[in-house]
């Protein structure tokens, strides 16, 4: 009865037994699926703060795998605050309610309709990821996403992250009105890609946290992990560590965390 259980929640072959893949594609047009099978296993409460961040996107993921009306979402905001993290948690939490991700780089956005055309016919709801997603001038991939985002299909939504709001890398060249060698004005095209933002109908932005919320990730982080350490003292070790490691960001204050572990566990032995 276990078994069948199993596969009543889980589903059985490929797409059953692993919640994320990648895609290899080839030149006859087929795609393959690779199972991720080191993706972390993070949950959405390891992800200390962004309260509000998280609570939009729980709710948009909860409508579209329980087939409500859901919206493509692009988390967008500084580096290491925890965009990429927060889909793999989504991921995490929601695989045993039929949620599965697909992970696509930029230069396979050409195989995007392939990949469509393969998953959109079966019980799953397929999360479409895309990372650190942003456009040259010059790139013009965004074409396929934007045929993808207009196509919508049901069980597939595009989960995105940048670092830009507007997914576009800004150049000078971009603000004056210059002819570009086909003719068209370079505005033109930056009106374009500008209109494949608004296809994300959740925006969700992670800022950098402020000192006082840098101090409070860490102190629940070093809580989580059993480390000793007076509060004093972790502020005092957290401020020097972020000022000779990039700053404040959850990244750092994991890194500083990781480091004590480590140290911590060096002195015991």
């Known amino acids: 009865a276990h078994v069948t259980e199993f596969y009543r929640a889980y589903g059985v072959g490929m797409f059953g037994l692993n919640k994320a893949f990648r895609i290899t594609g080839s030149d006859n047009g087929k795609v393959t699926f690779h199972p991720i099978n080191n993706m972390d ?47 793999k948690a989504i991921v995490n939490e929601y695989y045993d309610q039929g949620l599965r991700m697909i992970e696509i780089y930029k230069h396979q956005f050409k195989d995007l309709s392939t990949v469509i055309a393969d998953i959109k016919n079966r019980n799953y709801k397929f999360i479409i990821y895309m990372d650190d997603l942003s456009f040259e001038e010059f790139e013009i991939e965004y074409k396929f996403l934007k045929a993808v985002i207009e196509g919508g299909v049901e069980n597939i939504l595009i989960y995105a992250t940048s670092n830009r709001r507007h997914l576009i890398k800004e150049t ?72 000779s490691h990039g700053g404040i960001s959850g990244r750092s204050a994991q890194q500083f965390i990781n480091h004590c572990l480590g140290n911590e566990s060096a002195s015991q032995n």
């Open 41 to 87: 296993k993070v949950m959405l409460d390891d992800l200390i703060g962004y309260e509000i961040q998280k609570k939009k996107l729980v709710e948009n993921t909860e409508a579209f795998v329980q087939g409500r009306k859901a919206n493509n979402a692009l988390l967008f905001g500084d580096s290491g605050t925890g965009k990429s993290t927060s889909i």
């Open 172 to 243: 000078w060249n971009d603000r004056s009105d210059m002819e570009s060698a086909n003719g068209l004005h370079r505005s033109d095209t930056i009106e374009e890609k500008l209109s494949l933002v608004n296809r994300f109908g959740c925006q969700i932005n992670y800022s950098k946290p402020s000192q006082k919320e840098y101090f409070n990730i860490v102190v629940n982080l070093a809580k989580k992990n059993g480390l000793t350490m007076t509060e004093e003292e972790l502020c005092a070790e957290a401020n020097k560590w972020e000022l």
